[in-house]
């Protein structure tokens, strides 16, 4: 992350791993940063209805992956201070988004700009609009509308969601100065659970938790 004040470019860097692993294979810098990003989220329910009623209970069920949609411009007049090759930077979009012939899918991608929580997620679609042309054909200006969708693994979305209740598994990173015990009081409402959560994470020495380090906690019965 940049010092306040200095400009940083959107990144969309792309991984052969579902994980996430390693370095990315490639990467794309936004030209200009877009001036809009819009996160989408669906919840989906079951609707429960007595015969005889007019109306319906909407029992929930899960929240489906987010969506955030982005546009790019790309600009090679030089009206903006310096230009690109339109043609170059729409094909490097194209190869770190779409289709990996490795992997026989497309890219993992992580979305990453200025203090933005880093989004991992997939290509969901993208137009490219194509706006000024040269006497020869040549594309002077395009604009890249994309949509992306949530890929994050099963223990990041329960991370992300911060869910309460001591019934749903929790994911929390150690900080310094946390103690397991604490860690569960303020979980599961009881700190004698520790034993339980050293055990399912493999810890030996409960009292000396290394800061960064992710730990499950298990659903526990209220």
Known sequence: MGRRGTLEKLLIRAYESPRYAGQPVSEFTAFVNPNEITLSYEME???AQGSGTNNSRMNFKKIKP??????FFIDGTGASGRTADVQQQVELFRTVTGYNGNIHRPNYLKVVWGTLQVKRCVLKSASIAYKLFQPDGVPLRAVITASFTDNSDDQTRVAMSQDQ??????VRMVKAGDTLPALCREIYNDPSCYLEVARANRIDDFRNLTPGVRIIFPPMEK
């Open 165 to 170: 209740s001591p019934d749903l598994t929790h």
């Open 45 to 47: 329910y079951d609707s």
């Open 66 to 71: 987010g969506d955030m949609s982005l546009t």
